[in-house]
């Protein structure tokens, strides 16, 4: 497993830009395979946020003075930064929220209020509760009706399922680009375009790709594509939605507020234009400030080099697991972005969670808030470990070691 | 790493391989389901409650180590007893697995109880030790739902 690492990224050097990879947890060197929970910050995006605050706090589209000229300005830039790491054609197409969670809430209230009995939403098993309940508390709100397209046993989409699912009545399909439980990278341009031939809106669940595939949002055919800053080495509480311009212009406002209108009389109120439309109160500036550093950051490295260093560890982390006596590992083994999801005979995944922390390493065990997919798969919950641009061969030699304890501790 | 001996010691490796009171119990007249939404672990508890006391209990459902070792624990400590004593024994127990007491003294009677007390030492899974506990003070209650959260 020796490999050297400047082949593809110079993975000391950019771990040595993330302060929190530098403790130890339990005396051992922090090995943080949870990256698809949450990612670390690079010191320049903690920077950039105190920046902010220690200079140009100010609330964005008022004041006429210095500091809200500048906060609305690097408000501004992070939505074109934004627009760009997504391939928009324009800034405006670029709603900021708290996150993916928010960004389908908003289109489950908004594009979900014109759905009516019968109506149908296609989702897939593979779908994160995010991209579930929503969609559930719209068919309660209108009549309208989920259709799940099944998954082969590898953990790959049924694709023929899916086109047999679509039909004059298929109004929205909303499909995870990347899945967090198994990794699977579903092949959205050729979803879209199925769905477009039945007129349906295709909306897409970023949360899981934006940090590890260069993402085109015209070339993926996605009408709309959600995701969350803090999987992309940003802060927390910031998102984004894209939509195509037009769409949005024709979605209805979701919260009400300042911001979002351009008149108010109390006969009646005109909204603005998107974005603003969608961002009713006073937005979380610092969190946009460090979401755009944390953009060019990744940009600067490259998604597409991002991409293939976690595809070298997780091939990596494919053989070494291979070897351990029990270990099934979930969902394809080609064709997947980061993430290894396994079981082990015997062992539950919250006791190797917590035998695996008492040696550094992180992982999450649980349901990955996929519990239809995990009843799919047979399982009540799976072990997974999840790569970010800076793990290192070492921690997933780390990650082995920490199972064959396991496997000593619990007597298997 | 002797956390981790405590915690995964003998008596709870040999309930989790070997649960005792395990399945369904036909004449049960109290049950209760345990959930812990934070891992997706779930319980299903049976109870046969006559005059006051605890005549038969079974269990059944899929944790981890620790919830399933506790949950056969518990059937072998509360069998026969009342259920005002059962629960003396929960508020003890609580108490012992996060730390507030040491709890020696208690559970003389009941060796395999303080195989636990290693859970005090991972807050995150004292969840997984009471899950049991929570799901049987729900079924004396009236049955349903219990949850951890």
């Not at chain 1, 910031?238 to 406002?253: C, K, N, T, V």
């Not at chain 2, 079974?58 to 069998?79: D, H, L, N, P």
């Not at chain 2, 899974?125 to 009471?130: E, G, H, S």
Request: charged fraction near 20%; glycine fraction near 10%.
């Amino acid at each position: 497993m020796m490999v050297d690492s400047e082949v593809v990224l110079d993975v000391e050097a950019l771990r040595a830009e993330f302060p929190a990879l530098q403790q130890q947890v339990r005396g051992f060197p922090l090995a943080y395979l949870d990256n698809a929970a949450t990612t670390q910050k690079p010191r320049r995006v903690i920077e950039a946020v105190a920046r902010y605050y220690e200079r140009d706090n100010a609330n964005v589209h008022r004041g006429v003075h210095a500091l809200s000229v500048r906060a609305t300005k690097l408000f501004d830039e992070a939505r074109a930064t934004v627009a760009s790491f997504l391939g928009a054609a324009r800034p405006e197409e670029i709603v900021f929220l708290r996150g993916c969670t928010e960004a389908i809430n908003l289109l489950a209230h908004t594009l979900g209020s014109r759905l009516r009995p019968g109506d149908e939403i296609v989702l897939s098993q593979l779908e994160h509760h995010s991209n579930i309940v929503p969609w559930q508390m719209a068919c309660e709100r209108t009549g309208a009706k989920i259709r799940v397209v099944p998954i082969h046993d590898d953990g790959t989409l049924d694709l023929e399922a899916y086109r047999d699912l679509l039909g004059e009545r298929t109004r929205i399909v909303s499909i995870l680009h990347v899945s967090n439980a198994l990794g699977t990278i579903n092949p959205i341009r050729e979803i879209a375009e199925a769905a477009h031939a039945v007129g349906a809106t295709v909306i897409v669940d970023g949360a899981q790709s934006a940090p590890h595939l260069p993402i085109d949002v015209r070339a993926l055919g996605a009408d709309f594509y959600a995701f969350s800053g803090h999987k992309v080495y940003g802060p927390t509480g910031i998102g984004a939605l894209y939509g195509r311009y037009e769409l949005l212009e024709d979605l209805p406002p979701f919260q009400g507020g300042g911001d979002m209108i351009a008149r108010v009389a109390f006969d009646g109120t005109t909204y603005a234009k998107p974005p603003a439309r969608f961002e009713a109160g006073t937005p979380n500036i610092s969190g946009a400030v460090g979401l755009a550093e944390a953009i060019r950051f990744v940009q600067e490295i490259g998604l597409e080099r991002i991409g293939r260093w976690e595809e070298t560890l997780t091939r990596m982390a494919h053989e070494a697991l291979g070897e351990i006596p029990g270990l099934t590992i979930h969902g394809p083994r080609e064709g997947k972005a980061g993430v290894v999801s396994f079981s082990l005979r015997g062992a539950h995944p919250h006791d190797i969670g917590t035998i695996l922390d008492t040696q550094g390493v992180a992982i999450r065990a649980g349901h990955h808030c996929a519990q239809p997919l995990m009843a799919r798969l047979g399982v009540p919950a799976t072990a997974r470990a999840s790569f970010g641009l800076y793990n290192t061969p070492s921690e997933v030699q780390a990650l082995a070691r920490g199972l064959e304890e396991v496997r000593r501790v619990l007597g298997l | 790493m002797s956390d981790l001996r405590e915690l995964y010691q003998e008596v709870i490796l040999d309930h989790n391989h070997r649960p005792r009171n395990q399945g369904e119990l036909p004449d049960a007249n109290a049950v209760a389901e345990g959930h812990n939404p934070l891992c997706g672990d779930q319980l299903t508890l049976y109870l046969k409650v006559e005059d006051g006391k605890i005549a038969d209990i079974r269990f059944q459902g899929c944790g981890c180590a620790i919830s399933t070792a506790s949950a056969s624990i518990m059937t072998e400590a509360v069998k026969g007893k009342s259920v005002e004593e059962v629960r003396e024994i929960f508020q003890r127990f609580h108490a012992l697995v996060t730390g507030e007491a040491e709890g020696q003294e208690f559970f003389d009677e009941f060796d395999s109880l303080m195989a636990l007390a290693g859970v005090k030492e991972f807050p995150v899974r004292v969840k997984c030790a009471t899950l049991a506990w929570h799901t049987l003070q729900q079924a004396l209650e009236g049955g349903g739902v219990a949850s951890t959260e």
